[in-house]
């Protein structure tokens, strides 16, 4: 299982869009939910300063908000906030109040009708099936200003695994299907990295 600061929930072949996390919030909450300088928050600090200043960020699938919209709203940009599961809607709402943040699951958000400066996807997609990952780059691409940024994790490579708190399957695509979506998004790969605690990162931005 791939570690990650921050997790994702998506929409799965039962009414839980949240992927399982909406039953194991409290755990995640308790633990990390609570990592303030975890695991990838230098990753995602050194992309957020690619960023102008008080840009807007759309965080997918943004959990509690700690660590990754904290650090964000820390270098002063404004933070949406996305994720399928209640519980977590309802301590990210608890944890920052003014920031505005809904459920629902990525692929249906009405979020992407927006336009944003950049949006992130942390622990996310490979919580989602293959067409759904999809899905939700074409959508984060459609949904950035030009020069916008998307950053999002997935193992390098192609493989199935079970989340180590839901015990449901994870899919990355590996590296080079996600360089071919990213391409074929109209978005151009910028850097293909491996955080402190091993987890692959992808950062890409619109032209």
């Known amino acids: 299982m791939m ?4 997790r994702g929930h998506g929409q799965n072949t039962d009414m839980d869009k949240s992927n399982g996390y909406e039953d194991i919030a409290a755990i995640f909450i308790a633990s990390r939910g609570q990592a303030v300088g975890g695991i990838g928050t230098a990753a995602v600090r050194k992309w957020a300063k690619l960023l102008p200043p008080k840009a807007t960020v759309l965080d997918l699938g943004c959990g509690p908000g700690i660590p990754i919209a ?3 709203l ?4 404004r933070v949406y ?4 599961s209640p519980a977590m809607v309802a301590a990210f709402r608890q944890n920052f109040p003014m920031v505005p943040v809904v459920c629902e699951a990525v692929e249906e958000s009405l979020f992407f009708q927006r336009l944003f400066d950049a949006v992130v996807a942390w622990g996310l997609l490979f919580l989602l099936p293959a067409q759904a990952q999809e899905l939700v780059i074409y959508k984060a691409a459609r949904a950035l200003q030009a020069g916008g940024r998307l950053l999002f994790t997935a193992p390098a490579q192609a493989g199935t695994w079970r989340d180590s708190l839901t015990g449901r399957q994870s ?3 590996g ?5 071919a979506i990213v391409a ?3 978005l151009s790969m910028e850097e293909e990295n491996t955080d402190e605690g091993q987890n692959d990162y992808y ?3 619109k032209h």
């Open 175 to 179: 590296a080079e299907h996600y360089r």
């Open 3 to 6: 570690g990650n600061p921050s």
């Open 74 to 77: 820390a270098e002063g940009l």
């Open 81 to 84: 906030g996305l994720d399928a």
């Open 203 to 205: 950062q890409a931005v």
């Open 70 to 72: 904290q650090l964000l």
């Open 171 to 173: 899919t990355s695509l």
């Open 184 to 186: 074929a998004a109209s």
